[in-house]
């Protein structure tokens, strides 16, 4: 006679016999992404195949990036912050160098420029020594991991005008910028990434992230140029506390910020002449609005 | 095998000679170190596979020669030590287990009757094969702060004798510019096919012959452009490392420490390449280097003794070629070396190297020329035989890969060393037997080198943690001329190897 006991725990082994597959079912393999093996990337005049990638992404890619892709390569738990941040997952498809608006995808020539340009104080270096056809065969790679490229487009770039002239006043009006929008709560007043916020943050895996500090000597992740700085508040690093500015500041306002940001890095600028003149302070964070 | 009278082994005694020292060298190649600059250290440092820097390690693709060229630096703002766990320490070792059997031809050896010498030589194939072992390397290397490098490699032959392989310390990126950079100490000339960084392990396949060639007899040791060197190096280059120049100064020591040769003589050495991109095939580098010196040809004596440090009547030498590195895709490579070679017709004589140094900083030589079977120095008043010439050669290096993938190579090399004039050119004295040893004219490809290696080296894990090859190869070695004759005239000589073994690192 069967007892109850019995019943249950020959109901529980079933279920867990019939779970098993189940659970494998849903760890990916790497058969699940060569569907998307005929993926491309359209960089300039190049046309890069995911397929002609595998033999550089193993060789160069896969100790952090991993087999599937998702940041869990070999190294991934050993890179921690600050020191380090972790590899991208490219199944998520969420990018913080981005052309695009917030939220979209990125275009491939920012794949391409991520890859080139590398990510300072991370371990992703410059792959520059790569042909740009090894590079546009990379970025059609780092797509075939997500179906988000089979079933949406790129965002449209974001249009930045042209640089204006650096004057006192734009650094001026930058640094009211840098007030208005609070910048300063993770960046800190003097951009050393020390604003009361800055301990608190984590990114959207809810690992925690430090914000961009402006006087250790360090390029911005997405580029150190005037242009690249732009773009950066305003199409935001997504994945990251860092949000897009475009809804809140004018393209003009953004050049100032751009100007202001300059006086606070270590490097010398045009700027930081000017500042010096100025006898710029801090932002007051106590200051009421528009009274800096 | 053959017997010869006692009076006809007095003609043999330069093949005798030359078969002696071929032994020596094979010897001394097969138990010495084979320092290659494989550094998981590196790979633990900055959490990257062996495969991201080396086309199979030690070989550095692209990419490892940029970080080398940046001085051991990502460039990524946290390659100064400060970012490391205190722990850290960058040290790599590396040693190789093998199996091989080598086997020489044309060598002159005793025979024996009744238990008892005959007096007699023979000439016969010796093959010996067994287990071994390579040398020992500790590297160590890295930055000491932001732009400041640093490379110290201890390295001993197989029985643990210790020497200082490379030391130097490295200033880059100079005022923020890669087109700054300075190195002093001991190092690798810049060569773009490393010899330190060599795939393969043979005595012969081991190096490149291209780089150490020299004319039989010929006393110039200091043109090895193979041998780390003592000196002090320029290096610029653009950020994406596709244009590279460097120009070295070193002592005329061969890398040989304490100056016994080398004092107030220098070398200068210059390189020039520019890498481009040629679409699906990959990128290309073509490039050139040269090497001009001078080296001394007298040693002041004690007790006919040359003495370190004296050397004096330096006289010229030169080396330049040509280098290219061509990509067909991503899986066959091919890089191609020449070489035209010429050295003063005083070292063609057998001049330059009287102070005979053990490679550790002693000194061996205990005699010198005029005194039969020692070193040739130009002591004053010393004049050239007639007919002398300066000896001139050309090289041609070709060495392939098939890259499976990063976890398995195929190798193969071809080398080939002509000489365009020999030292007892056609003027010389029929008959005389010269400083350098050498008797009469001699045929105009006496020396030269053929040789031909295979292999393939296979990895079976690639990590960001250690390295470990299964490793097999065959080097076959044609020489013509040098054999041991027994006054029989001139004999070819070929050498093989075949070696199995284990080459990690960690």
């Known amino acids: 006679m069967r007892t109850r006991l019995q019943t249950w725990s020959l109901l529980l082994g079933a279920t867990a016999v019939l779970a098993l597959p189940a659970a494998s079912w849903a760890q990916l393999t790497q058969a699940d992404f060569e569907p998307r093996l005929g993926m491309e990337s359209h960089v300039g005049n190049l046309t890069g195949h995911a397929k002609d990638a595998k033999a550089d992404y193993r060789r160069y890619c896969v100790g952090c990036h991993g087999e599937l892709g998702d940041g869990n390569g070999e190294n991934a738990p050993y890179m921690q912050p600050p020191i380090y941040q972790q590899p991208r997952d490219f199944q998520l498809a969420v990018f913080k160098c981005r052309s695009t608006p917030t939220g979209t995808l990125p275009a491939d020539q920012d794949l391409f420029d991520a890859i080139t340009r590398g990510f300072d104080r991370t371990n992703m270096p410059q792959w520059n020594t790569l042909s740009k056809q090894e590079r546009a065969d990379l970025v059609a790679w780092v797509k075939h991991y997500s179906p988000r490229w089979a079933t949406e487009k790129p965002g449209t770039p974001i249009t930045i005008p042209p640089e204006p002239e650096v004057t006192a006043d734009r650094i001026k009006a930058g640094r009211d910028v840098f007030a208005r929008v609070q910048c300063w709560k993770c960046h800190g007043v003097l951009g050393q990434a020390n604003g009361p916020s800055a301990s608190t943050l984590t990114d959207d895996l809810g690992r925690p992230i430090a914000p961009f500090n402006f006087t250790e000597g360090a390029r911005p992740k997405c580029g150190d140029t005037d242009k690249d700085i732009f773009r950066i508040f305003m199409t935001g690093l997504d994945g990251t506390p860092m949000p897009s500015y475009a809804d809140n500041i004018k393209p003009d306002e953004a050049w100032d910020l751009v100007f202001y940001l300059r006086t606070l890095m270590r490097q010398d600028s045009k700027e930081k002449v000017l500042a010096k003149g100025l006898n710029l302070k801090p932002v007051d964070p106590n200051a009421p609005a528009g009274q800096q | ?506």
Request: aromatic fraction near 14%.
């Open chain 2, 1 to 506: 095998m053959s017997t010869l009278t006692r009076s006809r082994r007095l003609g043999v005694k330069l093949s005798t000679f030359l078969s002696a020292a071929a032994l020596v060298v094979a010897f001394l190649l097969l138990t010495g170190s084979q320092p290659a600059n494989a550094l998981p250290a590196f790979a633990r440092k900055y959490g990257l596979r062996c495969s991201a820097c080396h086309e199979s390690w030690p070989m550095l693709n692209y990419f490892g020669q940029k970080f080398k060229d940046n001085g051991y630096q990502l460039m990524n703002d946290r390659d100064a030590p400060i970012w490391q766990n205190p722990g850290y320490w960058p040290v790599t070792f590396r040693i190789t287990p093998i199996w091989h059997r080598v086997s020489t031809g044309k060598v002159e050896v005793d025979t024996y009757s009744g238990g008892n010498p005959t007096g007699l030589s023979a000439v016969q194939r010796i093959s010996s094969s067994g287990f071994d072992l390579s040398g020992l390397d500790f590297h160590t290397a890295g930055t000491l702060e932001k732009n400041y490098s640093f490379y110290v490699l201890p390295s001993s032959d197989s029985t643990g004798a210790f020497h200082f392989e490379q030391v130097f310390g490295r200033l880059d990126n100079l005022f923020g510019s890669p087109w700054l950079n300075i190195k002093f100490g001991r190092f690798e000339l810049d060569n773009l096919l490393s010899e330190k960084r060599i795939l393969t392990l043979t005595g012969n396949g081991g190096i490149y012959q291209t780089y150490h060639f020299i004319p039989v007899g010929d006393g110039n040791i200091f043109g090895q452009i193979g041998d780390n060197q003592l000196g002090v190096e320029y290096m610029g280059h653009s950020v994406d490392d596709r244009t590279r120049i460097s120009a070295s100064l070193i002592s005329s020591s061969d890398g040989n420490v304490n100056l016994s040769t080398g004092a107030n003589s220098y070398t200068a050495f210059f390189t020039g390449s520019q890498a481009f991109d040629a679409g699906r095939l990959g990128v290309q580098r073509i490039g050139f280097y040269a090497m001009a010196g001078e080296a001394a040809t007298y040693y002041l004596t004690a007790g006919g003794v040359p003495q370190p440090g004296t050397g004096v009547a330096n006289k010229g030498f030169t080396r330049e070629g040509f280098v290219g590195q061509f990509y067909f895709g991503p899986h066959v490579d091919l890089t191609v070396v020449t070489q035209h070679g010429s050295d003063n017709a005083w070292f063609g004589q057998g001049y330059g190297n009287a102070i005979l140094t053990d490679g550790n900083g002693g000194t061996t030589a205990t005699c010198s020329s005029p005194t039969p079977g020692c070193p040739a120095n130009n002591v004053p008043g010393t004049t050239l035989p007639t007919g002398s010439k300066a000896p001139s050669w050309n090289g041609y290096t070709f060495e392939g890969h098939y890259v499976y993938s990063p976890q398995l190579i195929f190798i193969g090399r071809y080398e080939a060393e002509r000489m365009s004039q020999q030292a007892n050119g056609s003027g010389y004295t029929p008959g005389f037997t010269g400083p350098n040893g050498l008797t009469g004219p001699t045929a105009s490809n006496f020396g030269n080198i053929t040789t031909y290696t295979i292999g393939y080296r296979y990895n079976p894990f690639m990590t960001s943690r250690a390295g470990f090859a299964w490793h097999n190869e065959y080097n076959w070695l044609h020489q013509d001329g040098t054999g041991a004759t027994l006054g029989l005239g001139t004999v070819n000589v070929n050498t093989s190897e075949l070696l199995i073994g284990f080459d990690f690192d960690f």
